[in-house]
């Protein structure tokens, strides 16, 4: 599904998740692994002025 998404110029997301024992404090790469999936989801291309908009605001930093 996400190839044919993506195929599609649709933006995918994935969400996936972990529950802790305790607060794991600050977060670093080590805890991001073992995740459950949750989900995925698509997104329309971003529209054309959004792409200027950022292109404007990298060229001004």
């Known amino acids: 599904m996400n190839r ?4 599609d110029g649709l933006r995918v997301l ?3 998740y972990k529950i802790f024992d305790q607060k794991p404090g600050k977060i670093n790469e080590a805890l991001e692994k073992d995740l459950d999936f ?3 989801t ?4 971003p529209r054309e ?3 200027d ?4 605001v990298k060229q001004q930093a």
């Open 4 to 7: 044919e998404w993506a195929a």
């Open 42 to 45: 698509a997104m329309d291309p």
């Open 14 to 16: 994935f969400f996936r």
């Open 53 to 56: 908009a950022i292109r404007n």
């Open 49 to 51: 002025e959004v792409i």
């Open 38 to 40: 949750l989900g995925m």
